[in-house]
């Protein structure tokens, strides 16, 4: 206990000099609101943006058509929900009038026309989630947008919620042509870019917002060079809010220390996902009661406990459990590592001593989590099945696996997603889906070989193109849990867990609230005085 509190009052000490010295806290020189985050910001040019901070500051910064209040779409840049034309390929959408963008530029439906052209033909990393969905779209009138859809999605109006189909101004964005604009955002949000380097940004209140003015002087975001000096800087009061990136021990300690420093914690159910993808064509893979054996196997609660002390859930479906539609089938179906179920699997099986399962696991070695995963898993499963199992770990960095994937390379994998929009079908046709294939020789192209498990299943594909096309909710939600009861079956894919949303405020910010994507917006924050 000594040594415990000796070690608190040196790390204490060390926040401090760094406060007193610069460093990697921020100057406390104004009346902003003070993020802090560990995260790198690679761009903020929409049509190139696909990472987490990118998305929470563009959410900040600009406007889409759609946006969430509660876990309900509403209108935001629209002033309606869609027109939807029978067939379901045609979507008029009315727009606001009077609304400018941040260099003055007035808003309109020619406007936003252009940025979401410049979206889905521009070549960035995101384009994807609108060039295989839409065929083509214009300006009827200054306030009246038309899209076309090549396919029925029900879904369309929440993917038009995601972050990165904000407007931008055409003055702003039309000369750079085919190029990207990392270090400039020109939209129409309650915040205006006013300094972008790579320690952090700075946000202004946008004077001439159309909707509700921000609460707070303006933000500044600073990124960290690790998760103890964020961790530090929040304890001394250096940052008003923190988010994303900390150990699961330093949240852990936060929030045991909550109660006492009175700062706030807010948190919610995570949107990424962490599986095993399965190649279906490697043995004992190709074997269907060696995946159910695997399924059967892995106890996910010891898992999150171990990994994450327990700020983690664990994962019974593709589909994470902050969407109504997600169903455990997995613990259905198979358990959670319970010695029983474990038996009656195997007696599905040869394994035994003689002949042991063998379990190549790969992981991200440059992924703290993964790392310390594979070995739970590894030790977790030598427990359960003792000699009727070998298991061997390798590692490579997460540019090198995810460029071999769709090579074959793995049998097994661990791997992570983040949903881009706020529905389960983006959860499980990213998955389960295949472009061209057949039951014999499994995926040869689409969503499951570029995952690394060349999944085929004609049933799968009707179903998302089913799921897509039905507007009834309660029919729709039962299409999803075939799907899920579909993978559970099959075992092509193996959840694992999901992450944890958790930010913690200073006592006297108020106003912080996750929305349902699991972003927060800045202009309710505000500091008590």
């Known amino acids: ?19 007193a010295c610069g460093g990697d806290v921020p100057h406390q020189g104004d009346h902003s609101i003070v993020i802090g985050t560990t995260a790198r910001l690679r761009t903020l040019d929409p049509a190139d943006a696909y990472e987490n901070l990118a998305g929470l500051l563009l959410f900040n910064l600009g406007d889409r058509l759609y946006t969430y209040d509660g876990k309900n779409l509403i209108p935001q840049l629209a002033t309606a929900l869609p027109e939807v034309s029978e067939d379901g390929l045609t979507y008029r959408i009315p727009l606001r009038r009077g609304v400018r963008f941040h260099d003055g ?53 929440h993917l038009l919620a995601f972050s990165g189909l904000c407007a931008v101004s055409p003055t702003a964005y039309r000369a750079a042509t085919n190029r990207f604009l990392p270090t400039q955002f020109v939209g129409t949000g309650p915040y205006r870019l006013v300094q972008y380097s790579s320690d952090g940004v700075r946000l202004e209140p946008f004077a001439d917002y159309w909707g509700a003015k921000p609460r707070n002087a303006g933000i500044r ?6 998760s103890a000096n964020l961790y530090n800087a929040f304890r001394t009061g250096a940052v008003d809010v923190a988010i994303g990136a900390l150990d699961p021990d330093q949240i852990r300690a936060l929030k045991a220390e909550a109660a006492t420093k009175h700062w706030r914690v807010v948190t919610g159910a995570g949107n990424a996902v962490t599986v095993l993808s399965i190649n279906l064509r490697q043995p004992p893979w190709d074997q269907l009661a060696a995946r159910q054996v695997l399924a059967a196997s ?37 358990g959670d590592g319970d010695s029983s179920r474990i038996e009656h699997w195997l007696q599905k099986t040869t394994f035994s ?35 009727r199992v070998q298991v061997q770990l390798d590692g490579a960095d997460s540019a090198t696996i995810y460029r071999n994937l769709e090579s074959g390379a793995y049998p097994l994998v661990l791997l992570d997603w983040y949903g881009d929009f706020y529905d389960a079908d983006n959860y499980l046709e990213p998955f389960l889906s295949c472009d061209r294939g057949s039951v014999k020789t499994g995926c040869e192209s689409g969503a499951s070989a570029a995952w690394g498990s060349f999944f085929y299943s004609p049933e799968a594909n009707a179903l998302i ?12 939600r039962a ?21 944890e949303t958790t930010l913690f405020t200073q006592p006297n910010v108020q106003g912080l609230a996750l929305e349902v994507n699991q972003l927060f917006a800045f202009a309710p924050l505000q500091k008590e005085q």
């Open 1 to 19: 206990m000594a040594q415990r509190r000796l070690w608190e009052c040196f790390v204490l000490l060390l926040s401090l000099l760094l406060v």
């Open 105 to 157: 530029t007035p808003f309109n439906a020619a406007a936003m026309a252009f940025s979401l052209e410049r979206f889905m033909n521009s070549g960035g990393q995101p384009a994807s989630l609108l060039a295989g969905r839409v065929k083509d779209l214009r300006a009827i009138t200054d306030d009246l947008l038309e899209i076309r859809l090549k396919e029925p999605f029900v879904a369309f109006p």
């Open 221 to 226: 975001l600073q990124i960290f060079s690790s």
């Open 298 to 334: 892995v106890n996910r609660q010891r898992l999150t406990e171990r990994v994450f002390l327990g700020e983690a859930e664990p994962l019974y479906s593709l589909v994470p459990s902050l969407f109504p539609e997600s169903e455990p089938v997995f613990r259905d179906r198979y």
């Open 353 to 387: 001593a003689q002949q042991p399962l063998v379990v190549n696991l790969w992981y991200r070695a440059n992924v703290p989590s993964n790392v310390l995963a594979a070995t739970v898993l590894k030790a977790s499963l030598e427990r359960d099945l003792g000699d």
């Open 465 to 476: 193109v089913a799921s897509r096309r039905e507007a009834n909710p309660q029919r729709r």
């Open 479 to 499: 299409l999803l849990r075939q799907l899920q009861e579909l993978n559970a079956e099959v075992v092509a894919f193996l959840p694992l867990w999901q992450s």
